[in-house]
């Protein structure tokens, strides 16, 4: 189950209502006792954001619009990226617990590597949200705020299909499989909501994975590097596409998807079609020229909006809106999830997906 019942937003409404005529904090986190008014915490409290590498546009974007949305809402924004690795988010997350702060967002690196730090964070007293990327292998996180992962994965596989029959009406389709960095636990719903809509053409004789690597484990790009991109595709292409065309390509985001197209240009060979993700500006142009097929829109702006809607709810002590309670196990228990759904855009809806943004608005008007 995926979206908020009416019952539960009932209840939650009701949930909501009771606190607010108890004047009573919520104390069901264990982390915060509450203050004067109902608040668990002062409003104007620091509130860490630990962000990780700049692997993508998102992660650049959402800096600043945390930086602007806590500061308009009265908080004290402390936020980190880690571009030296695990070590610098570790010490960037302690860090923020020393300084006090009451609620602590963290885009992990790598979500297994924490586990000390979130600890720290908890006997603390801060709550621990996941952004975009779980948290794994620890009690201490509370929430998880993100676009459906699966849901993406399933729109690249479906795009990839759709794509490849828009130029070659019927298979057999020569494709090759790319993942994400096996460190962000994204990577792998990704890859697993791709193939639940693959791997029946894959089985079925539809698609033809030329170079055979089809796991998880020989798909993945370590770090989400674009070098590492383009050199896996370097090496299939010449040992796997000497005659062979190669009609399609599952690429997890926008950069990979520009470094495998690079590769192809590079090696002389037709584009393939090209799935993606991120809505990066360099790509969207790219589809506009008909060379990426797809990206999928995952409006950074709304996902900031609602960490930071949950801190807002942290602080006044009021229940937060959760719309999945199930699908999120980190390895130790299920996290409370409010899952934004993502879209898909190809050349035939790029002109009307970006209406609203102000950078992509422009760009495809
Ligand atoms: C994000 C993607 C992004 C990737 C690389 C993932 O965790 O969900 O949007 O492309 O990291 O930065």
């Not at 620091?46 to 009265?74: C, H, R, Y």
């Not at 020569?174 to 994400?180: D, T």
């Not at 005659?243 to 090696?267: C, E, H, I």
Request: glycine share 10%; net charge neutral.
């Amino acid at each position: 189950m995926r979206m908020f019942g009416k019952a539960g937003k009932a209840a939650a409404v009701a949930a909501i209502a009771a606190l607010a005529l108890t004047a009573c904090g919520r104390t069901d986190s264990g982390s915060s006792s509450s203050t004067a008014g109902g608040e668990a915490f002062p409003k104007d409290s620091m509130i860490g954001v630990a962000l990780p590498q700049k692997t993508s546009e998102n992660w650049v974007l959402a800096e600043k619009l945390f930086n602007d949305g806590l500061s308009s809402a009265g908080f004290k924004p402390d936020v980190q990226f880690a571009n030296g690795g695990v070590s610098e988010q570790q010490n960037q997350i302690s860090a923020m617990v020393t300084k006090g702060a009451k609620v602590i967002i963290v885009g992990a690196i790598d979500g297994a590597q924490l586990g000390t730090q979130l600890k720290q964070a908890k006997d603390s007293g801060a709550t621990v949200i996941a952004y975009d990327r779980l948290l794994l292998n620890t009690e201490n996180v509370d929430y998880y705020v993100a676009y459906d992962n699966f849901k993406v994965g399933e729109l690249q596989g479906q795009a990839l299909l759709d794509g490849m029959k828009a130029k070659k009406p019927s298979g057999p389709y020569n494709i090759e499989l790319f993942a994400g960095s096996p460190d962000d636990a994204n990577a792998k719903v990704f890859f697993d909501g791709a193939m639940s809509v693959l791997k029946p053409k894959i089985d079925d004789g539809t698609l033809k994975v030329v170079s055979g690597q089809t796991s998880f484990e020989q798909a993945v790009t370590q770090g989400w590097k674009a070098e590492n991109a383009q050199r896996r595709a370097d090496t299939l292409l010449t040992g796997s596409y000497g005659t062979a065309s190669l009609d399609g390509v599952l690429s997890p985001n926008d950069t990979l998807a520009r470094a495998v197209l690079t590769s192809v240009k590079a090696a002389g060979k037709p584009l393939p079609v090209v799935t993606g993700q991120d809505s990066e500006v360099e790509s969207v142009k790219s589809i506009m020229a008909g060379e990426q097929y797809s990206t999928i829109n995952k409006d950074t702006r709304k996902l900031v909006e609602h960490a930071i809607t949950m801190v807002k709810d942290l602080q006044a002590g009021k229940e937060l809106e959760i719309n999945d309670k199930d699908s999120y196990k980190n390895g130790v228990k299920t996290v409370p999830a409010f899952l934004l759904p993502p879209q898909i855009v190809t050349a035939e809806n790029v002109k009307t997906a970006y209406v609203d943004d102000p950078v992509l608005g422009p760009i495809t008007k």
